[in-house]
């Protein structure tokens, strides 16, 4: 019986000296409750979007990209001359679509020459280059004088050309082709092209 509370007394001896303070909890444990079930609240909400753009009830909005440009082609009549002579005004175009604000821009036409008055001021001062058939004209940021903010929109190529008297109804005039192109810095050429028929009323 001795032996055995001397054995017993050793192994209390061994037990550590703790405090009442050293029982707190370490600051090194959460002290919050985890929330197991949010993973399955994400995965739930997601499946129900999937399937309420699957079935038609939500559409995704589009994020328009940064910086991207429309282009439109048309024309106004001006009026009629003598001869058969009809007279008009190019309308192109140009709207911002993007998110950026442009600032550095440029606009280049392709025109069949024969349409244009020779002397007319309206494009002899946009020309750089022209061939047989047609003309090239074109216009900067700084001939226009106007930045593009997401939505804005600016006329370009305000020039007038005719059909009729020497143009009249050939063939090779009418099937000629209009080309426009905008270029904008950090964005890729957009072009615009219409057949010359398609920008008279003769």
């Known amino acids: 019986m001795t032996n ?3 054995w017993f ?11 009442p303070g050293s029982y707190a ?7 919050t409750p985890s929330k197991p079930a949010a993973r399955t609240d994400s995965i739930t909400s997601a499946r129900l979007a999937f399937s309420r753009i ?13 910086k991207d440009v429309d282009l439109q082609l048309g024309f106004k ?30 606009i280049e036409l392709e025109f069949p020459k024969q349409a244009l008055d020779g002397d007319s001021a309206s494009w ?17 940021r700084t001939d226009l004088g106007v930045d593009l903010y997401p939505g804005d929109s600016v006329a370009a190529m305000d020039i007038e050309y005719h059909v009729g008297g020497d143009i009249g109804w050939d063939p090779a005039v009418l099937k000629e082709v209009v080309i426009a192109r905008v270029g904008v810095s950090g964005m890729e050429t957009r072009t615009i092209e219409k057949p010359f028929r398609e920008l008279q009323e003769f």
């Open 4 to 6: 055995s509370c001397a």
């Open 9 to 19: 007394s050793r192994i209390l001896r061994h037990a550590p000296d703790r405090t």
């Open 25 to 31: 909890l370490s600051r090194r444990f959460a002290t």
């Open 54 to 66: 699957a079935d038609g009830r939500f559409m995704p909005m589009p994020v328009p990209p940064p």
């Open 77 to 106: 009549a001006l009026a009629r001359g003598s001869g058969g002579l009809y007279r008009y005004r190019l309308d192109l175009e140009v709207t911002n679509i993007g998110s950026e604000r442009i600032t550095d821009y440029w």
């Open 124 to 140: 002899i001062g946009l020309k750089f280059r022209e061939t047989a058939t047609h003309v090239f004209l074109r216009q900067t």
